[in-house]
C-alpha cells in the first residue's frame, strides 16, 4: 500500500480526495494535517467522512508529513505551496500540488498574476502539469505533478482539438464559463454566503481571473502557437459543476458532426472523456471524475460545451488520476470499474 | 379606473401581473379567462393572490371579455393569441400581447421560426414592439402593443446603444444568456423539474431559439442595419431572471468609461435602466421592473453585461409600462414611487 | 413626512426596510448609520437600491441621529440596542428597535439567555412588544417598540388563537420551525455559506434557541397562563421564509373547520393575517407580509401550520406595520393597498 | 456473474441502482425494460449514465426478463408490481420490489390506505420487509423482498430501538419529515416544478401519506406492541435527502447519552449506521448508503434525528443490501470498501 499524505484537509477538495482515497485499493491515508489547534479528528470537520475514515488532522512540519508519505496531495493556499513542495520533495516524496504555484512555468507570468515573486522558480519547469489527457507520457515519471485549476481544465479540453488541429483562429477565444459555488472555497466570505449567490447569476473577475494564463499557456503549447483567451467566469446558485460555453471562430467551414468526430479521434481511450450528441450539463457530471463535451452551430458560429465536477475532474479526481499514473497504476482505479 | 382583464390567467406571467395591478392606483381587474372548469378563484389557481383579489377565473368568449374591458393583456401561448385578438380589437379595447405573434412584422419570419402560418397578417405592421425605452413615443396611441420576450429585451436593451452608435460590428454578435427556469413556463414538462433541474447548467436551442429574430428585428431596426447575432441561452437553476453576457466585436478601441458614458446618456430619463459600474447581478433585479446594465473590457474583447426579472421587466412589469404609457400615466406608475 | 432612521443599515433587515420606506408616502429617510468608514452609499452596500434612494451611510453618533429623526429603527446586535436606545429616546426619537434587547419583560430571563446583564433593565417593562395582531392597542402611544423575532411571530401568531381560548394545553407544545437561510444573518460563517447550506436540511440550538422565552412570555400573557414549548430550529435550503408546524395536545375533540373559525374570528379585520384552507408554504408569503396560517388533523393529532417571510413579516415589515400605528397611519400604509 | 434487472428504468431510482451496479462486482445488468418505443439506450434516458453502461431498454414481457435474470428489480408502480412479481417469482427468479405493493402484510390495510384490492395477498405474509438493520436474518433466504418507502426506513432506523427497549410511548409520536422534491419522482406534476418547488417550504398529505401504516406494521412488530404515530411529510427545495425529526414522549427520564448508548448497542456491527453526537443533515448522507442518527433533549422534550439519501439507503442502495445478502455476500459489496 501507498501511504499518501493531504496537506491542508479542512478545505473541499481535500474532502473529495478523501472520498475516493478511502475507496482505493492501493493506497492508504497515513497524514492529513491542519493548523487548527486540537488534532481535530477529519470526521469533525468533515461529519460526511464519519465511518470512512478515523484520522486526526495535525499540525505537522512538513518533514514530518515525509516521513510518514510516500506520496503527498499538497491542498495549501498558493505561495504557502511553494514553500512546503521543495522540502517534500527532498524529503523523498512524491508531490502532487492542487494550488497553483507550479502550473506557470514562467515565473514572471506568475508574479503578473499573483502578486508574488516565485520562490522556487526552477522547479517551474520540471513541474508536468498534471492533465493527464494531454500530458499522460509526462505523469507516470513525474516527482511533482502541477494540479490543474476547474476552469482550466474544463477550458482546454474543450479547445485541445480544435487547437492542435489548427481549426479555429487561436486569438480572440471567448469562454463563458459558468461555476458552481464550491469553487470558491470554504472560507467564509461575503460573497459565497447562501443568501448572496441563491437565485443570483452574475460574473466576476473579467480580466483577471488567474485560470486566464494557465489556459493560454497549455493551449498554446498543445497548438505550438500563441493562444490567446477572453476568460469570463460566472457563477451559479448551484454547489458542484462547471459548463463552459465557448465561442472560437472557426478557420474553415466544417459542421458539428466532423468536429464531434475529431474530438471522438483525439480523445480515444481516454476514459473519463465523454464526447456526446446532446448538450452536457453539470449535473449529469457531477459527483463523477468524467468531462462531457459536445458542439453546436449557431448558424455559423461554433460553440463548444464543455462540463465537469469543479472538485472532482476539476481537482481531486484528476488529481487521483496522476497519483494512479504515477503509481503505475491503472488511471481508473478507485474511479471507474475497469477490467 | 380603467377595466383591464386577463386572458389566460393560470401562468406565472398572469400572476405577476396580477400582483402589480392590485396595487395599480388607476386600474381595477375585471375579468380573467381560464379554459379550466367551475369558475375557480383566481387565488386558488395562485394561492399567494389570496386576500389581495378575489376574482374568479371564468371561460368567457372574446366578445364577453371585450365587454368588461377597456384593455386586455392578453396571456395566451402564440397562435391563440392571433386568434383572440382581432376579435378584442374589434370590440373596442385596446390590447396588449404578451405572445410572440404580432412581434415579428414579417409574416414569413414568423412561418419560418414558429412553424405556423400568420393568420393576421396585416396587424403585424401596424403592432407596436412594447419596449418603451426604444418604442416609447409610439406606445401612448398604439391599440395593440406586441409585448417583448424576456431574452428580447435582456439583449435589445444591452445592444441598442452600440448599434445605434455604430460602435459594434452588427454581425457575429455572441450573446450568452442565462435564464431562471420560471421563463420555460408553468406547464410540467421533464426538463422543469425541480430535481432535473436543480444543481444542473446547461444550454438549449443553440441555434434555434425564437427569440434570435426578434432581437435581430428590432437592432436592425434601430441600427438601420442587418444586425445577425449568435443567441445562446442557458438554463440556470434558479427561479427568476435572466443575465445576458454579450460578447460583441468593437470596431474602434474604447474605454469602459466611454461605453458607459454612451448608455447613461441613451436611457438618460428611464427609470427602469440603471447603469452601474458594479457587474449586474440577477438578484439585485429580482421582482424589479429594473435592468441593470455595466460594460466591462476583457483585454481587448468588450463584454455588455445586462440583467433583469424574466418574469416582470421582461414580461409583466413592461406590460404595465406599456399600459401606462397607453393611459397616458406615468409609466412608473403601480411599480416605482415618483413625484 | 416624518423623519426616520436605520441604525446599522448593512444587513438584510435594513435592506428590506429600505425597500419599504422608499415606497412609503408619509416618511423620509433621513439617516442611514454603519461602522464602516468612508461614508459608502447605502447602494454600493445593497446594490439593489441603486435608483431607488441615493443616501450615504454614516458613521454617526447616537446624538446625531436623534437630531435628523424622528422615529429611529435600531437594526443593532443585541447589547448594542441596549446602548443607543436610551440615548435616542432621551433625544426625543420613537424607536422601533429590531435587537432582542426589549423583549424578554424579565431582565434575569434575558440574563440567562444571552448570557449578559441588561443595562436598561426598569425599560423592559414599559416596552411594548411589537406584534399588532397581539397588542395593536398598546403600539400607537409607545415610544419603545421591540420588534419581534422571526420564529417568534410566527409561532405566536399561530398558537395565540388556541392559547386564548384554552383549547390546548399549555405545556409540551411541539414546534418544529423551518426558516430559509437569510435568517442567519449577513455576516459571514462556515454554517451560513451556499456550499454548507445548500442541498443541506438540519436542525440547530436545540433546546436553547433565543426565540423559546420570547414565545412562551407572551403566549403566556396571552393565556394567562404558564406556557412552555419545545422549540426546534431547522435550517432550510432557501433564502426566504419560515414555515413552522406544530403539534399541540387538544384539550377537548374538535375539528379542523371549528379551528380555522376560531383563528377567523381571532384576526378578523386583521389585513396581513390569512387563514387559508390549503396548507400554507413559504413561496405564497415570501417578499410580502403575509402570514398564512391553517391547521390539519393528524388522525387525533392537531397540526398547525404558520407561514411567513422572516425577513418582512418577520421583521422588517411587522417594524414598518409598527410604525404605521405609531403615527396615527393605517397599518397597511407603504405596504398594501387599502381605501 | 449473478444476471439482474430493473423493471421500469426511466425513473430515479433505477438511475440510482444502476450507477451502484456497474461498479458492483458480482452482478451484470441483463435486463431493463420501458413501455417506451423505440429501446432506447438507457444513457438516452440518463445520460449520466453514458459510458458506463450501454444497455438498451426495451418493451419486454415478464416471462422474457425472467429469462434473462437471477433476480430483478422491480421499480415499476404499486399494483404494476403485484402484477408482474407473480410471474418473475414463477420464472425463478428472486425479487427485490421496490413498489409499495409487498410491504404492508394485512391486505386490508393495503386496500385502505391504496385504494386497490390486493390482488396476490398470499405472498403479503411470505414476502420479507427488506429492512437489513431489522430483519437481516430473514433476507438470505428470501425470493420476494419488499423494499421499504424512503420515509418508512428514516422512521424506523430512527425508533426501533427506543420501541424495542420500551423507552417511549407506543402512540402519539410525532414524525416531522422533510424530503427533497427526488421523492417525488420523474413524472412531470405542477407539485415537482422547479419554479413551485424553488424557495417553497410546505407539507402535505397529513393524516393520509402512505407510508404511516408501513412505519405503524414494523415498529408494532419490533416492539410487540401497537405503535401509533402521527406522520407529517414536508418538502424541502432539494434535490436529495430526508431529514426526520422526530417527537416521542419518553417513559422515564433518561439522558441523550443514555439514548445514543441505546442506539450504539441496537446498530453494532451494521455498516450503514452512524450514531453521531452532531445533529445530522441531509448533506452528509446525500449520495451514500449511511443513515446517520442523533438525538437531543430540549429540556423535557426527546428529538431523534435520523438523515438518509431518499433514493440510496431510502430506495436503491438498501435494494443492494438486500441483494448483496440474498447472494451470500458481504452487504457493503458495490457501495463501501470492506477487508
Chains 1, 2, 3, 4 share one sequence.
Request: hydrophobic content about 40%.
Amino acid at each position: 500500500m501507498t501511504r499518501v499524505s493531504i496537506l491542508g484537509a479542512t478545505g473541499y477538495t481535500a474532502l473529495e480526495l478523501l472520498k475516493i482515497l478511502v475507496q482505493h485499493p492501493h493506497v492508504t491515508v497515513s497524514a492529513l494535517t491542519t493548523r487548527q489547534d486540537g488534532n481535530p479528528k477529519i470526521s469533525s470537520i468533515h461529519p460526511s467522512l464519519t465511518g470512512l475514515i478515523d484520522l486526526r488532522c495535525e499540525n505537522l512540519t512538513t518533514e514530518q508529513v515525509g516521513e510518514r508519505s510516500d506520496l503527498v496531495f499538497c491542498a495549501l493556499p498558493h505561495t504557502a505551496s511553494m514553500e512546503a513542495v521543495p522540502q517534500l520533495l527532498d524529503a523523498g516524496c512524491r508531490v502532487v500540488d492542487l494550488s497553483a504555484d507550479y502550473r506557470l512555468t514562467d515565473p514572471g507570468v506568475y508574479e503578473q498574476w499573483y502578486g508574488h515573486v516565485h520562490t522556487d522558480p526552477t522547479r517551474l519547469r520540471t513541474a508536468v502539469y498534471g492533465l493527464p489527457e494531454i500530458y499522460g507520457d509526462q505523469i507516470p515519471s513525474a516527482d511533482l505533478i502541477a494540479n490543474p485549476g476547474c476552469y482550466t481544465s474544463t477550458s482546454i479540453l474543450a479547445l485541445a482539438p480544435l487547437i492542435q488541429h489548427g481549426l479555429i483562429e487561436s486569438d480572440g477565444i471567448v469562454i463563458d464559463a459558468k461555476s458552481g459555488i464550491s469553487g470558491a472555497g470554504r472560507t467564509p466570505k461575503l460573497s459565497n454566503l447562501f443568501s448572496e449567490c441563491n437565485e443570483s447569476v452574475t460574473a466576476y473577475s473579467i480580466g483577471s481571473h488567474r485560470h486566464t494564463p494557465e489556459i493560454e499557456q497549455v493551449l498554446s503549447d498543445v497548438g505550438n502557437c500563441k493562444v490567446q483567451v477572453a476568460f469570463n467566469p460566472h457563477l451559479m446558485p448551484m454547489d458542484r459543476g462547471i459548463l463552459c460555453s465557448i465561442y472560437p471562430r472557426l478557420k474553415n467551414s466544417v459542421t458539428a458532426e466532423d468536429l464531434l468526430a475529431v474530438y471522438r479521434t483525439f480523445y480515444a481511450g481516454q476514459p473519463f472523456m465523454r464526447i456526446v450528441d446532446h448538450i452536457p450539463n453539470t449535473k449529469d457530471v457531477a459527483h463523477t471524475n468524467f468531462c462531457d463535451i459536445s458542439v453546436r452551430m449557431n448558424r455559423s458560429q461554433l460553440v463548444v460545451f464543455a462540463a465537469l465536477d469543479n472538485l472532482i475532474k476539476g481537482a481531486s479526481g484528476v488529481a487521483v488520476q496522476n497519483m494512479n499514473l504515477m503509481l503505475g497504476l491503472d488511471q481508473r482505479t478507485g474511479m471507474l470499474p475497469h477490467k
